[in-house]
Structure formats: C-alpha cells, structure tokens
C-alpha cells in the first residue's frame, strides 16, 4: 500500500520549522509561496553577505556553469587558482583547501593541527576549544564545540578537545600540557548569543600560543568575509592567527569554505585531506564574485558605518523598553532581552513579516545582508519596536 506523504514530510524533520515554503528572494526580502513578503535580518545564518540572489553572484554562476563545472579535485582548475591567490593576497595566510560547508573546513583544521603536532610536537595532538563555542556538526567538530546541548550527544565524542573560558587567559594556561597543540576558537561566539572575545585576550592569546609553540586557530566561518566590518575579524586584534575557517559569507548563499593556513602550519601531505567536490569552480566562480564586492574598502567602511547605525538603533530600543545591552560588532550584533521571551519574538515577527532569531531565549541575533539599507534597519525596528510594545502591554493585562 503506497502512503500519502505529506509534502513537507518528504524531509527529514530535523528542526522545528514554520509551515510557509519560500521559494523567491531579492536583497533583505524573501517571498513565500503565497507571495507574502518577509524582511530578512537571518539571512540563511549569516550567508548572503551581499543579500538574497544577488545578480554578481548569479551571473557569475551562470557563466561558470557554461564553461566547466569539475574537472576533478585531482586537477588544478582556473576558477579556484584565482579565488586562492586572492585570499592570499587579503589576508595574512599563505595556503588554501576549499570545502563545501564550515563544519568540513573546520574538521580540516582539526587534522591539520593534528598533523602539525604528529610532525612537530612529539604527537601532540589536543586542541583547546571554549565553552560555548560552536564549531558545525560533524562528529569532531561537535566535540570541539562548547554546546551544552551537544554534550549527551552521540557519544562517545572524539577525544582531544579542553575546553576553556572565553576572555580568562588563566583558564587556556591551565590547560596547556605536552599534549597540547592548538588553541581554536571563533573570535565573537555567534550561536551562543553573540559573545566577543575582547581584543585584548585575542592579542594574549596569540603571545601565549607563540611562546608555546602552539597553532592558533580561528573560526571565522561567522565573523569573517566582511561580517564585522573588516574582511576578516582578527584584523581588529592587529594580529595574525596560523590558520583560519572560513564559510557561510565566503559563497554568498551558496555552499563554498575555506581553510587557510600560513606556510609553516599548512603540512598536509598527500592522502591526508580531499573531497570529491572541494575547490570545484562552480562554487569559487560564487566566491570571487563575493570577494571582487566585499574587499573593496568602501564597502567594509560602509558594513562597519551601518554596523553602528543599527547597533545604536538597537541601543535606543532598548532603552525605551527597559531591556539589556547590545553586544557584537559590525552587522553581527545582539540584544539582551532580560527575559526568555526571544521564541515568543521571533514568532510573533515571523507573522508581521520579519525574519528575526533568537540564539538563545533571552537573546535576539541580528545578522542582515552587509548591504542593507538604513532604511530597512529603520523598518525592522519600527517592527520590533511595535512587538515590544504588545508583549509589554500583554505583561500589564497579564
Ligand atoms: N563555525 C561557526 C562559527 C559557525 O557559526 C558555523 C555555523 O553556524 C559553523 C562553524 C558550521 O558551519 P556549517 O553549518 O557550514 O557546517
């Protein structure tokens, strides 16, 4: 007997996830199926840096996908060449191995400090990771990360992750011992509710693990490609990690990451790392569409310009309804709403037509496209603003 399958069904129920199919998008606006319009302050979790379909990275797409889309990862391809040269010539990094999502770019780094530690440091092979952290999926990468959630999950868990408190040096020093090799951690700490680590411990972070002889390595899946107003957020620190993650912004929206490392700490050898799909042209084609856009130093002034903007709008909202701080930097920033109220937010503006996410319950995330206007910003607080004043007002009749 065949069943009926619901149409939503045919999905394998991972999330809990509103009953509403979007199938159009266009800079902060989605459209669902009925043609109702949503503005967008999610975008895909920080991915479409330059907004939904936007036309340089179709078009790019579409002139790549007439060319050649793989010819194998064993051979060279132009597209990638070009996408690795010019990360290079950005950042402070030497080497690049293109993945197809964080998670795997993250699972690189792993290896490779693992790699780093079986060739230089004795077999040295644990990495100190921070609580709260999140580093993807995967089965080591869930191990890395600090989710509380993740701990009862698929154990038992790969060994060789310490984990340490975000801004409390003396937490890292305790943990380092002969089995050390790396210290990993995202700069601001995004799905934990937006935590920045300060300048400063970044900056003590990178003398520490120098005058240990061990990797420093930063997760910049969220906080990099433009995100905090910089290409990439250790710049703000004024130091140089020895590898670096990239996704989420690098495809914008579609699935392209990146794993850079400098000259010493990149010593894969042959067989170590690969995949059938990594560094394929199709999705670096996407990639160098983004960067030629998002390295231009008029648009990072203007993602940090407009990073202020609604961080001081924020501020005010916040301030009229008695809530908490703003925390972040550039277009990643979040507000504390004192009260686990941030489900019943996200729900009620899902229904006014805006995207909104609530990392945690007491904590609103705010992640729009790096080229959103001020006046939607306005808008999306005008939205927000209304919302607040109802829950307030449902508090009092309460
Ligand atoms: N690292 C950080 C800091 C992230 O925010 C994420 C995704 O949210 C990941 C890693 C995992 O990336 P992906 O979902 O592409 O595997």
Known sequence: MTMAIHPYNALMDITARPDVVFDRGEGSWLWDDTGKRYLDFIQGWAVNCLGHAPAAVAEALAAQAKRLLTPSPAYYNDTSLKLAKALIAHSSFDQVFFTNSGAEANEGAIKLARKYGALHRNGAYEIITFEGGFHGRTLATMSASGKKAFEPLFEPKVPGFRKALLNDLGSVSRLISDKTVAVMLEPIQGEAGVWPATDQFLQQLREMTTAHGLLLIFDEIQTGMGRTGKLFHYEHAGIAPDI????????????????LATSRAACFEHGDQGGTFNGNPLMCAAGLAVLDQVAKPDFLKSTAETGLFLESELQRLSARHGLGEVRGRGLLLALDLKLP????IVAQAFAHGLLLNAPRPDTLRFMPALNVTREEISQMIEALDAILIKAGAARLVA
């Open 244 to 259: 670096m993650t990239l996704g989420k912004g690098i495809g914008g929206g579609v699935p392209l990451a990146a794993l």
């Open 341 to 344: 109220v941030g489900p019943a």
